[in-house]
């Protein structure tokens, strides 16, 4: 069900109110030593195709910007624990300035949702008088936050509070506990305490437990709203200070002595998510993200981009820039007042700005309504664009996208420069190959190929939480329950594994993407790579390197650094085929057991959408707006959900 959107009027936060609070906070923190560990929930189930390279290679943006805004708040004593980097990391012995962390926040995604558990579960085990104060915040909690809470006697292992929304909402929720705090009590005994006399429902965004006990199952959950938005983006915390708070890797289950160094997070992670924009004008009916932003399109002013690029590139030698956006040519307006800047200043060509690379998302259909800019937009960095081709014959879904317009968009970026990547979505109508007409996946990966695409994403249409068409899919009989009585796991639930079809035999789907992503990436067309390369393009071989520093090159230098740039632009088609190839070995090893197990097992649908078997209401008593559907919570569903908890 998609989330619904606050009063008009109601929707932003005033202006300024995201820089006051943390100014509120600076004040607070003089008197509270507050020390805090976010963990990033990481399942490695989940390595394979289309994200086998960025999920260890670029810092997630959320977890980022939650120790951003700590730090930038006047708490500087948090850690940032990412599971892809410390898989044996536990709570349970994690110690923060000698001392167990007065704040524990885990950020999980839904696929992730096992090991999020897993981090709850363990961190439950220190003494309940001190242990921190549990928050959850992400994707799977902010369209399913019962998930975090238990109401299982004999496991009462969840979460004290989920977040269901961005910075603003830990921070008010920090500033209530800190300003009824005692001097020497826990932050977790103010949480209970503000809890009991009704003073978190004063802080929309939060879903929280009622208990009996302290430590005893959740009885009711109590949602406290739709969050507000911050409307001006550059009231955000830079991103800078999230970046000197991440742990080291390593396979121990403790906290080291100190944070990564600005050169070991560069080499660490040399992509870094960017945030430009928020929201998308499209409603596609499988896509949450419209609801989520409350229909609202938020930039950043260009100079603080420039701001927040050069002060990453200059501490961390990061050089590589991904846009987090929705869809970045959302508001052509809106769009240019970014790039404009930015693209002066890239023309200055001085560091760190001339050597900056950026990437970011968007539409068929917007991309050639902005054709104009595409090549300023190439001055300004722009080397690459994740477009949402998604089916290009629109069966699907119409976002103004059809075969012809969609070449003609990819043309159209490769002649400035820019090289574009598809993201496809396969369902069950879509053939793997097809006579006389493009609607084959197959057929539709050879024309983006053939087009120039160094990449192509390819992933079911699956079920996801917050859309319109999520209950649909449970309800019509699509969406699996189990197969041989073993439920659907959180890790198969990001497109790449089929659980919801209503094709004859569904392990023939999940055969065609990996048919898919074959016919893509394999040995031989990495050799055709190697001659006929696809990622040379204008401006690929351009040295950007400031005049002042070219003018000194030696003779040799002069004659060899072009061949050099033109043969490295030429290799990059055949990298991206080594790394697909390698990704591609993964997908096969983890997706085959998954075909013969549709094939062979007894699939049992779902009758309804998954819900909340914990009795939810809002602060104010009416409904929550999280409850998708109304039910009693039975024996056997008190069984199955502590279950999955325990896994």
């Not at 990437?359 to 104009?372: Q, W």
Request: glycine letters at 8%; charged letters at 25%; hydrophobic letters at 40%.
């Amino acid at each position: 069900m998609e989330l619904p959107s606050r009063a008009a009027g109601d929707i932003l936060l005033p202006s300024g109110e995201m820089l006051r609070i943390r100014e509120r906070l600076r004040l607070l923190s003089a008197h509270h030593d507050l020390t805090t560990v976010i963990a990033c929930a990481f399942d490695h189930r989940t390595r394979l195709l289309p994200f086998i390279y960025a999920d260890l290679r670029m810092v997630p943006a959320g977890v980022r910007a939650i120790g951003s805004a700590l730090a930038d708040s006047g708490f500087p004593k948090t850690r940032i624990v990412l599971q892809q980097w410390n898989k044996n990391f536990r709570p349970s012995e994690m110690r923060l300035d000698g001392r167990i962390p007065d704040l524990f926040l885990v950020s999980s995604m839904l696929l992730h949702a096992s090991e999020c558990y897993k981090l709850i579960r363990d961190c439950r085990l220190l003494d309940p008088a001190r242990r921190p104060l549990i928050i959850v915040g992400g994707p799977l909690v902010i369209y399913e936050p019962w998930k975090v809470f238990s109401a299982d006697p004999r496991n009462p292992s969840g979460a004290d509070v989920a977040v269901t929304g961005e910075e603003y909402v830990l921070l008010q929720l920090l500033e209530l506990l800190l300003s009824e705090r005692a001097h020497g009590e826990s932050l977790r005994s103010a949480f209970l305490r503000s809890r009991d006399s009704g003073g978190l429902d004063g802080v929309p965004g939060l879903v929280y437990a009622k208990t009996t006990a302290p430590d005893g199952p959740a009885e009711e959950l109590i949602d406290t709203g739709i969050q507000r938005l911050v409307g001006d983006l550059d009231e955000l915390p830079h991103p800078i200070h999230g970046y000197g708070l991440i742990e080291a890797p390593g396979p121990g289950a403790t906290l080291g002595s100190r944070a990564l160094s600005g050169r070991e997070v560069g080499r660490l992670s040399p992509l870094s998510s960017i945030v430009m924009t928020t929201g998308c004008k499209f409603r596609c009916s499988y896509c949450p993200i419209p609801a989520y932003n409350q229909r609202q399109h938020r930039t950043k002013s260009g100079g603080r981009v420039i701001d927040e690029i050069s002060r990453i590139a200059e501490l961390y030698s990061i050089t590589m820039f991904f846009g987090t956006d929705d869809n970045f040519f959302n508001d052509a307006d809106r769009t240019m007042e970014i790039i404009e800047p930015l693209a002066r200043r890239m023309g200055e060509k001085k560091r760190p700005l001339c050597k900056i690379r950026l990437m970011t998302e968007a539409t068929v259909h917007d991309t050639l309504k902005i054709r104009e800019h595409l090549p300023l937009m190439r001055k300004a960095g722009l080397i690459a664009v994740w477009m949402g081709v998604e089916d290009m014959t629109g069966t699907l879904v119409t976002k103004g996208q059809t075969g012809n317009k969609t070449i003609e968009a990819f043309r159209l970026l490769r002649a400035n420069g820019i090289h574009p990547i598809p993201m496809m979505m396969h369902h069950d109508s879509q053939p793997l190959v097809s006579w006389k007409s493009n609607e084959g996946l197959i057929n539709q990966l050879g024309i983006l190929r053939r087009e120039g695409a160094l990449f192509a994403t390819a992933l079911m249409l699956s079920p996801s939480p917050g859309s319109n068409w999520y209950e649909e899919t449970y309800r019509s009989g699509l969406a699996f329950e189990n197969i041989d009585g073993l439920p659907i796991g959180p890790h198969v639930s990001d497109g790449n594994f089929v659980i919801a079809s209503k094709h004859p035999r569904p392990w023939m789907k999940q055969l065609s993407l990996l048919a898919g992503y074959t016919f893509f990436f394999n040995p031989l067309r990495l050799l055709f790579a190697l001659v006929f390369s696809k990622s040379n393009i204008p401006f690929s071989g351009t040295d950007t390197r400031p005049d002042v520093e070219v003018a000194q090159y030696s003779y040799r230098e002069r004659l060899l650094r072009p061949v050099c740039l033109r043969l490295s632009s030429h290799l990059i088609d055949a990298g991206i085929q080594v790394i697909g190839i390698l990704g591609l070995i993964q997908s096969y090893r983890r997706t085959i057991p998954w075909a013969l197990r549709l094939k062979r097992g007894r699939i049992e649908l779902a009758k309804e959408p998954p819900s909340s078997l914990i009795p939810m209401r809002s602060s104010d008593g009416r409904r929550s707006c999280f409850e998708v559907a109304v039910r009693e919570s039975s024996e056997s569903d008190d069984k199955k959900y502590s279950g999955e908890l325990r896994r």
